[in-house]
């Protein structure tokens, strides 16, 4: 009796098993031209991006967005865009979404001080600061924090921001990450 309770507790755990792993390869697979037509997509917003065509990149990075979800590039370069057109809270929400998609620390700092800039945009300096910290912790050589983020406190002010930005400065640092 033993032997046969045994046997079945072990042969509903292979099958329980089974089923999990088929059922997460199926989650994990795309259509491979879904995958190839968002990878495209993608490179083709980056080249009108790299030429400060904001709206054709947006364009191009939400068609990628739809063929692939999960495209993490096209995700972060959207925010990007969208900064860079001036929607600005369009691009606050998406960074604050796509941050947590980041494949490395690297990534992850980029987003955080990307999202800096961003709300410098929207004239909210004491929430920048808190992106640049952020940022700074993960990778203490981001160019965007380097040049925006003093890290202490500058005299008569509340927060460590060094300068004010001029309409598109801040996101070109971001084009530097495009390759």
Same mark, same amino acid.
């Given at each position: ?15 329980? %098993? ?31 991006? +790299? ?5 054709? %990149? ?9 063929? *692939?979800? &999960? ?10 865009? =969208? ?18 998609? %980041?494949? *490395? *620390?690297?990534? &992850? +700092? !980029?987003?955080? %001080? ?13 929430? +920048? ?9 993960? *990778? ?9 983020? =003093?890290? =202490? !406190?500058?005299? $008569?002010?509340?927060? $460590?921001?060094?300068? &004010?930005?001029?309409? $598109? ?11």
């Amino acid at each position: 009796m033993g032997r046969l309770l045994l046997f079945m507790i072990s042969f509903f755990a292979f099958s329980c %098993a089974q089923k999990t792993i088929v059922v997460k390869e199926e989650y994990d697979r795309r259509p491979p031209g879904l995958v190839i037509a968002s990878e495209n997509a993608l490179e083709n917003g980056k080249k009108q991006l +790299a030429k400060w065509h904001c709206k054709q %990149a947006i364009h191009e990075f939400n068609k990628a967005v739809e063929k *692939d979800p &999960k495209n993490f590039e096209a995700l972060y370069w959207l925010g990007v865009a =969208e900064g860079m057109c001036g929607y600005y809270s369009q691009a606050y929400n998406r960074l604050i979404y796509v941050v947590r998609y %980041a494949p *490395d *620390d690297v990534w &992850k +700092a !980029r987003v955080y %001080a990307t999202i800096g800039v961003t709300l410098l945009y929207m004239e909210k300096p004491e929430d +920048a600061t808190l992106y640049f910290e952020r940022a700074k912790s993960i *990778d203490p050589g981001n160019e965007l924090v380097a040049t925006y983020y =003093e890290g =202490e !406190r500058i005299k $008569g002010k509340k927060h $460590g921001i060094k300068k &004010k930005l001029k309409h $598109g400065e801040g996101y070109e640092i971001t084009l530097r990450w495009l390759h």
